[in-house]
C-alpha cells in the first residue's frame, strides 16, 4: 500500500464496484436491488467488459443467456444498471489503492479519490504475450486487441493473419476476422490437440483454415512491420524440431495464448495472492463468499479465475449479495440470492472443461 496524499476523499459511497463486465455489473445490480449505495467505476466508455466486442452467440443454459450475442447481454445488464439508477463512472481508471482505503482514480487529466466501505474488485484479466524473434515488431497484436478494434472500433487491422493459440479465443477471432474479409493463413497450436470448443474448431475447418498441432511461432519476419512469421513443429517436450521451420506470408501475428487475472490493484490493497496455475496463475484470495483476505474487499469473475461470463456473472452475484451482507448485516433475500447463484455454479462446474477450476478452488489457502 502507498501512502495517501488525501486526507478526505473527493467522494464516499457504501459499495465501489471496480470493472463493469458481466462480473461488476451482476454485483452492482445485486446489492443495488437490495438497497446499498453503489458506484461502478469502468475505463471503458460504455459498460460491458469484454461482452461488448462479443458478436457470437453464447453458449451455457437459457438462464445465463445462452443464444444470446455476448453484445447483446452487454446491452440487458447495461439498461439493467441504468434502471437501477446505478451511479457509474466509465471513461475512468483505478489506478491505486490507499492506505486509508481510498482509491486514486484517473479521468481524461482529472485525478481524484474515492473512499467506499465495501470494495468489490472485478477488472478481469488480461492477454498473455509470447517472445519470440521480432515479437516487438508492429502487426503483433493479442487477439483480444485485434477482436475490440473490429468489433467496437470498426477498424480492420491487416489482411492476411496468423493466430497463435487455438483456445476459444484463437477459434473466434480468426472467424470474425475471415467475416470481415480479412485471409486467415493458419492457426498454430503447440499442443496435440486444439484447446476450444469443438463447434468453434469445425467453422474454422470448414472454412478452410489450416490447424498446424504441435506448432508454434518463432520469429516475426520484417522492416518495419510484420510481412511474414516462422513457424516450428516442436517434439514431444516443446522444443522446436530443427529442419521443419516454414514462412507464412502476413501482415499480422494474433496472439491468443491465454489470460491472465488482473490483479495488480489487489496486490496495492494489501490482499494475499495466490499462485494458482488452474485458476490463470496469480489470483486474489477468496473464500466461498467471494472475500478477499481483506474482509472490506470481494472480487468475482475473470480476477478470481479465468473462466467464462456465467460463471463470472454468478461470482458476481454472490459477490453483491455477501458485500451488501457485511455492509448491513444477515439478510434473507441476500442469502437466497448467494446460495442459489453458488448451486448453479455447482452445476456449471460438473463439466469435465471445469474440472481445473475447481481442483484450482480448492487450493486457495485457508
Ligand atoms: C474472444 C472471447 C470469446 C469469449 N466467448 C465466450 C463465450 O462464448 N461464453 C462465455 O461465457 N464467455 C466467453 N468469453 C469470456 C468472457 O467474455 C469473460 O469470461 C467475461 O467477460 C469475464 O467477465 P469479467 O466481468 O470478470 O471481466 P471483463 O469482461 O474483462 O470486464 C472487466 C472490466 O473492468 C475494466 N477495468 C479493468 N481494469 C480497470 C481499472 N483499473 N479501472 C477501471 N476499470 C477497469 C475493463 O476495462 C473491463 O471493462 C469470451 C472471451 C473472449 C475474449
Not at 221 to 232: H, L, Q
Amino acid at each position: 500500500m502507498t501512502e495517501n496524499r488525501y486526507q478526505t476523499a473527493d467522494k464516499n459511497v457504501e459499495l465501489c464496484v471496480i470493472g463493469g463486465g458481466p462480473a461488476g455489473l451482476q454485483a452492482a445490480i445485486v446489492a443495488k436491488e437490495l438497497g446499498a449505495n453503489v458506484v461502478i467505476i469502468d475505463d471503458n466508455p460504455i459498460l460491458g467488459g469484454q461482452l461488448i466486442k462479443q458478436t457470437h452467440k453464447f453458449f451455457g443454459s437459457k438462464l445465463h443467456y445462452c443464444g444470446v450475442r455476448g453484445i447483446d447481454i452487454a446491452t440487458i445488464l447495461s439498461d439493467r444498471a441504468k434502471k437501477l439508477e446505478i451511479e457509474v463512472i466509465s471513461d475512468a481508471t483505478v489506478v491505486g489503492y490507499y492506505d486509508n482505503d481510498t482509491l486514486g482514480i484517473l479521468r481524461h487529466d482529472n485525478l481524484f479519490s474515492l473512499k467506499a466501505e465495501r470494495y468489490i474488485f472485478a477488472m478481469g484479466a488480461s492477454e498473455n504475450m509470447l517472445a519470440f524473434d521480432n515479437a516487438d515488431l508492429p502487426g503483433v497484436y493479442g487477439a483480444g486487441a485485434v477482436q475490440t478494434m473490429m468489433n467496437v472500433y470498426g477498424v480492420v487491422p491487416g489482411k492476411r493473419a496468423l493466430v497463435v493459440g487455438s483456445g476459444n479465443i484463437g477459434l473466434i477471432v480468426p472467424y470474425q476476422l475471415l467475416q470481415a474479409g480479412v485471409e486467415v493463413a493458419a492457426i498454430v497450436e503447440i499442443m496435440h490437440k486444439f484447446g476450444g470448443y469443438y463447434v468453434h474448431a469445425a467453422k474454422i475447418k470448414r472454412a478452410g483454415v489450416p490447424i498446424y498441432l504441435k506448432h508454434t511461432v518463432i520469429e516475426a519476419k520484417g522492416k518495419d512491420r510484420v510481412e511474414a512469421a516462422v513457424i516450428s513443429e516442436v517434439g514431444d517436450d516443446y522444443t522446436c524440431l530443427l529442419g521443419t521451420e516454414k514462412t507464412i506470408e502476413c501482415d499480422m501475428i494474433l496472439i491468443a495464448i491465454g489470460l491472465s487475472p488482473l490483479c495488480d490493484l489487489l496486490y496495492h490493497a494489501g490482499c494475499r495472492i495466490e499462485y494458482i496455475p488452474d485458476l490463470g496463475g496469480n489470483v486474489p484470495y477468496h473464500d466461498a463468499n467471494m472475500m478477499t483476505s481483506k474482509p472490506n474487499i470481494f472480487v468475482c469473475g475473470d480476477l478470481a479465475c479465468i473462466e467464462e461470463a456465467s460463471t463470472a456473472m454468478l461470482e458476481g452475484r454472490i459477490a453483491g449479495a455477501r458485500a451488501y451482507e457485511s455492509l448491513k448485516s444477515k439478510d434473507k433475500r441476500a442469502e437466497v440470492i448467494a446460495s442459489e447463484a453458488a448451486k448453479e455454479l455447482q452445476i456449471i462446474r460438473t463439466s469435465p472443461f471445469e474440472e481445473r477450476i475447481v481442483y484450482g478452488k480448492t487450493q486457495l489457502k485457508h
